[in-house]
C-alpha cells in the first residue's frame, strides 16, 4: 500500500431523487460508489481519494500535497460532484482578508440595520485553493472554523453546516509569495496526503480521455451524478464509532506519539491531539477494510499520512535530507508492535 493515504472500500447513501439508487446502498457500498464516480475523470489517486473518504466519516480535514497540474483541485472538486453536499471553493491568495472567508457584518440602509453576509466558509465542503499563498491573518480565519465548526464575527457565533469539512491544496516546490502554515493549524489537519504523479499508463490513460474530449471544468459532462449524502457520512460515522480498539493498540498508539517526542532528528513531535486523530483515522480505516476491530496494521497503514505534518525537524537533519516520513519509519521499525 502507498505510504500516503488510506485505500479501503465503501459507504451508503442519503435520501435525494438524483440518488434513488445509491439511496438502497449500505454505508460501504456507497464509499464504492463515490469512487466509481470519481473515476470517471481522475486517473489513479486511489489512495489519496480513499483518504479524502476516510477524512469525511471521521469529520477531520485534509491538506493535499502535490505539484502543479497532478489533479489536486479536480480530484476535490469531483469529489463534491459525487456528494450530495453543499461544496464552495476559494482561492486564496495574498490580498483575501479574513472577512473574505468567514463573511461580514454590513448595514442595510433599507431596513436601517445590521445584517451578517455569510462567507464561502458555511458550506459542507471547502477547497482552499493554495491555503499557503495568503497571509497568516487570513489562515487564521479558518482555525475556529476548522477545531470548533463555528466562526465568531462581532461578538456572535455561529455554527456552520454539518458536516463541514476544509480540503486545502498546496504546491511544495513554489515558495516565492508564500506562507508557511503554522503548526497551530497543521495540527489540526487530520491527513496530509501526498499527491503523486501518475504511473506511465495512468498517464496514457489521461491522454486518451482527453482526446476523446473530457473537459476537466465540466465533471457533470463526464457523467459524474451525486451517490452519497449528509445521511451516509453520518450513518458511516456511526458505524465508525462502533469499531473497537484494545488497551494493546492504544497503548501502541501512545508509544508512536512519544517516540516522536523522544527523536532526536525532531523539535516536534505529536501532540495529544495527533494521537487521538490517529486513533480515529485507524477506526475508521478498519470499518473501510470491512473490519470491526482495529489492528496494529491499521495504525502502521495511516500512521504517515496523520503524523507527517505534525512533526518539526532540527534544521541540520533536514540539511542532511531526512523528511518526516523518513523519520516516522524509523520510529514505526523501532516501537514494538503488540500481537
Known amino acids: ?19 434513488t439508487r445509491a439511496a438502497r446502498l449500505a454505508p460501504r457500498d456507497a464509499v464504492v460508489s463515490v469512487r466509481q464516480e470519481v ?35 479536480l480530484l476535490v472538486k469531483t469529489v463534491s460532484a459525487a456528494l450530495d453536499l453543499d461544496f464552495k471553493r476559494l482561492q486564496f491568495t495574498p490580498d483575501l482578508m479574513p472577512s473574505d472567508v468567514i463573511g461580514q457584518t454590513v448595514y442595510e440602509q433599507g431596513p436601517s440595520k445590521f445584517s451578517f453576509r455569510p462567507g464561502p466558509v458555511f458550506t459542507n465542503l471547502l477547497l482552499a485553493d493554495e491555503i499557503n499563498r495568503t497571509p497568516p491573518k487570513t489562515q487564521a480565519a479558518l482555525l475556529e ?3 470548533e465548526h463555528q466562526v465568531s464575527v462581532g461578538g456572535d457565533t455561529m455554527s456552520l453546516p454539518e458536516p463541514f469539512l476544509v480540503v486545502a491544496t498546496q504546491n511544495p516546490v513554489e515558495y516565492e509569495g508564500t506562507y508557511p502554515l503554522p503548526e ?10 501526498i499527491v503523486p504523479y501518475p504511473t506511465a499508463e495512468q498517464e496514457q490513460l489521461i491522454l486518451d480521455r482527453h482526446d476523446q474530449g473530457l473537459n476537466p471544468h465540466d465533471v457533470a459532462a463526464a457523467g459524474v451524478t451525486a ?45 495529544p491531539r495527533g494521537a487521538t486523530m490517529l486513533l480515529h ?12 476491530f482495529v489492528t496494529p496494521d491499521e495504525v502502521k497503514a495511516i500512521a504517515k499520512p496523520t503524523l507527517r505534518h505534525r512533526l518539526q525537524l532540527r534544521p541540520e537533519v533536514e540539511l542532511e535530507g531526512t523528511t518526516a516520513d523518513g523519520v516516522l519509519d524509523g520510529i514505526l521499525a523501532g516501537v514494538p508492535v503488540p500481537r
Open 1 to 19: 500500500m502507498p505510504d500516503d493515504s488510506p485505500r479501503p472500500t465503501r459507504a451508503r447513501a442519503t435520501k435525494s431523487p438524483t440518488r
Open 39 to 73: 473515476g470517471k475523470v481522475v486517473v489513479g489517486q486511489d489512495g489519496v481519494l480513499t483518504g479524502l473518504v476516510a477524512a469525511l466519516i471521521v469529520g477531520g480535514h485534509v491538506l493535499l500535497e502535490g505539484v502543479p497540474g497532478v489533479a489536486k483541485t
Open 145 to 147: 472554523a476548522m477545531e
Open 184 to 193: 497551530a493549524q497543521l495540527d489540526r489537519f487530520l491527513f496530509k496526503l
Open 227 to 271: 451517490v452519497a449524502g449528509a445521511d451516509d457520512l453520518a450513518a458511516a460515522r456511526d458505524a465508525v464509532d462502533e469499531i473497537r480498539v484494545g488497551h494493546e493498540v492504544q497503548a501502541y498508539i501512545v508509544a508512536l506519539a512519544r517516540a516522536t517526542r523522544d527523536s532526536p532528528s525532531l523539535t516536534l513531535g505529536v501532540s
Open 281 to 292: 483515522a485507524a477506526k475508521a480505516w478498519a470499518w473501510l477494510s470491512g473490519k470491526d
